[in-house]
């Protein structure tokens, strides 16, 4: 079984299995998806999956209720990719367009992409209209999670407890 991590606020992702939907994506279009197509995101590790998340958000804006969410999934369910030209550009119609044909096909349950923010870790894109979307097992604790304030430029630092060493 393969494990994937996303961060998202606690609202979206109650109960666990709403964090992958694919109801934000749809909402808001991604990198690989258009506005309009369910998709979720979700990354290898805890820590892509922050790091991920903090190239998205205005530090001044960063809610206070941000939680990991786990999901596992087993190999013959993903779909490697080499993706197109110019795939890591903001707004990279390349990218939306293959991801677009990659969910529409339905060839598999995820698609394994690399990372934009480092580009030799691995992002999935979950599709959840495929078939096999329902055997996609969501852990029920969510993790809360708090960013570092050395993590956010000091113009947006926000006071939040220390978590850990």
Known sequence: MIRAWRLTRRTHAVPSSAAFSGRGAELNGGRWNAVGTPAAYGSASAALAALEYLVHVDPEELPAD?????????????????????????GSETAVTFGEAWLHEQ??????????????????????????AGTLTVAEN???????????PLSGRQEHPRQGP
């Open 66 to 90: 941000l939680v990991f969410a786990e999901v596992s999934f087993d190999e013959v369910d993903v779909e490697s990719c080499t993706p197109p030209p110019g795939w890591r550009e903001s």
């Open 142 to 152: 969510l993790i809360d999670f708090i960013f570092d304030d050395r993590l956010l």
């Open 107 to 132: 060839r598999s349950l995820v698609l394994a992409v690399p990372s934009a923010v480092i580009a030799f870790e691995m992002n999935y894109v979950f599709n959840p209209a495929h078939d096999r």
